[in-house]
């Protein structure tokens, strides 16, 4: 037979000159017919659709189509041809090839419809599902969105590193990096452990956030953002954290918190655009099996301007909110950290639009956020966002040196750890701003899906870190 080269099934499904001669490759989804003519569904990954491969039964030996069952792999080679059916074209297959085959008896993905729960047991195959193939097709999509947006804005893309030897944000909830022999550690007189001997010579641990690095960046290239892996040991098992997640953090030189806040709605803008102009097959499947709202909760989010508002506004809601009824699990009161379903009561109830909270009590914020001149808020924001409460926290950073080491002293951050930090207001200091975006909060608000497990291919929580 002719030597003809695979094209990917996307492309197929698009072309509308009927090529005569095809060759496609994939995953067998589904195979029905009867004793004269075979319907398989052939999908690649290439996209959502899987192409209708019809097999003559007469022109094939019985033995090769008995295996092709659901997951096997097959190369077809045949005429791509116009189809009566729901897709444009189909292919006529007048070769197959059966590159791997997958036992009916085992191959776990038999049917449609398995639980989103049964499916993170069997992470490794689960991406041959529609599910999360539209997820991670997606994810990549909002992968190239981030980068086109920054590039465009002439933001550099900047790499803080992942093992840190800081620990002034994390306190607590830091995975320790060490080469140490856990079994047979060496403490001192006090009972404490002398690092000195450790890899890096002292207590170092993973990264949870690349902010402070990407300051230092912004001090010197103007505007950058780091995109990369960040991992917190918090132990709350909940839908929106992860142990392992990917954040998004802008940092801008002599941008104010005005011009923060305008940076954070314009980039998720795009990131919204992004999916409804490059992935509407992928939303759409989403939208019609998990949340049909969807695609409407992405045109709104693009059309409408996000709300902003001072917490001690949004602290008055909520206790106008309480008193008139609404029960919450978690107390409000000034001085309170927002829990979700505050977020989301703000969000969803009351303002039903996304609402970027600013001017946070200092007490509940970081040492570096920029200090209000009434001594008690921090130039904090918070985006919260519709079923996903809180998708950003960002702030102007404090640039007066003396205010900076003070509110370091006063919250227990040893100054020893952050000289290098320090320097940046030592030397040629300048306001700046910048924000972190949880890379799969976004992607829950974009596919619609429910729980942050399901929008990352491996998912790191308590307690579980297979495949
Ligand atoms: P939360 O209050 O939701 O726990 P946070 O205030 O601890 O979040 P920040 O330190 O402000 O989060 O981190 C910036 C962003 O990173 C958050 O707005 C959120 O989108 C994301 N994020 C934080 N923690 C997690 C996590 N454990 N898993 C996934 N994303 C997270
Ligand atoms: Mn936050």
Redesign the pocket.
């Known amino acids: 037979m002719e030597k003809i080269s695979r094209t990917r099934i996307a492309e197929l499904l698009k072309s509308d000159t009927f090529v005569s001669s095809v060759n496609a490759k994939g995953w067998v989804r589904t195979k029905r017919g009867n004793k004269n003519v075979n319907f398989i569904a052939l999908n690649d990954g290439s996209c959502l659709s899987s192409i209708q491969i019809v097999v003559d039964v007469a022109n094939f030996d019985e033995e090769i189509l008995k295996k092709i069952t659901t997951g096997a792999c097959i190369s077809v080679k045949g005429d791509l041809v116009e189809s009566q059916g729901q897709q444009k074209c189909e292919i006529h297959a007048k070769e197959i090839e059966v590159l791997g085959e997958a036992d009916p008896n085992t191959y776990p993905l038999q049917k449609k419809g398995h639980t989103l729960e049964f499916l993170r047991e069997i992470a490794h195959l689960r991406p041959r599902t529609n599910t999360f193939g539209a997820v991670l097709r997606m994810r990549h999509n909002m992968a190239i969105a981030i980068h086109d947006f920054f590039h465009k804005r002439g933001f550099f893309y900047f790499h803080s590193p992942i093992i840190t030897a800081s620990d002034c944000?994390g306190a607590g909830q830091m995975f320790q990096v060490t080469t140490m022999n856990l079994y047979d550690l060496k403490k001192d007189e006090n009972g404490s452990i002398n690092y000195d001997n450790d890899f890096f010579g002292k207590q170092a641990s993973l990264t949870?956030?690349g902010q402070l690095e990407a300051e230092l960046a912004a001090m010197s290239l103007g505007a950058v953002y780091t995109f990369g892996p960040?991992f917190?040991a918090?132990n709350?098992n909940t839908p929106?954290?992860?142990?392992e997640?990917w954040?998004v953090e802008p940092e801008v030189a002599f941008n104010e918190i005005e011009e923060n806040m305008d940076l954070a709605e314009d980039f998720i803008k795009h990131c919204v655009k992004w999916a409804l102009d490059n992935c509407m097959e992928d939303l759409q499947f989403l939208n019609d099996m998990y949340d049909k709202e969807l695609i409407e909760r992405l045109n709104f989010v693009l059309k409408n301007n996000f709300i902003r508002l001072p917490y001690t506004e949004g602290v008055k809601i909520l206790e106008e909110a309480v008193a008139n009824g609404k029960k919450f699990e978690f107390p409000i009161f000034w001085g309170a950290?927002l829990a979700?379903e505050h977020e989301r009561f703000l969000v969803e109830e009351h303002f039903k639009c996304p609402v970027i909270l600013t001017d946070y009590p200092k007490e509940i914020k970081s040492f570096y956020m920029k200090q209000n001149e009434d001594g008690k808020t921090v130039r904090a924001m918070?985006?919260l966002f519709p079923k996903?409460?809180?998708?950003?926290?960002?702030s102007q950073r404090e640039e007066n040196l003396d205010k900076l080491t003070t509110r370091a002293k006063e919250m227990g951050v040893p100054e020893k750890d952050i000289w290098w930090y320090l320097d940046t207001r030592r030397f040629g200091t300048a306001p700046h701003s910048g924000?972190?975006?949880?890379?799969?909060?976004?992607l829950l608000f974009v596919t619609g899906m429910s729980n942050?497990r399901d929008v990352i291919p491996f998912p790191r929580t308590p307690k579980n870190a297979e495949f």
């Open positions: 944000e949870v956030s960040t917190r918090e709350s929106r954290h992860l142990a997640f954040m950290d979700s918070d985006v996903i409460g809180e998708i950003i926290g960002g924000f972190g975006l949880g890379f799969e909060r976004l942050i």
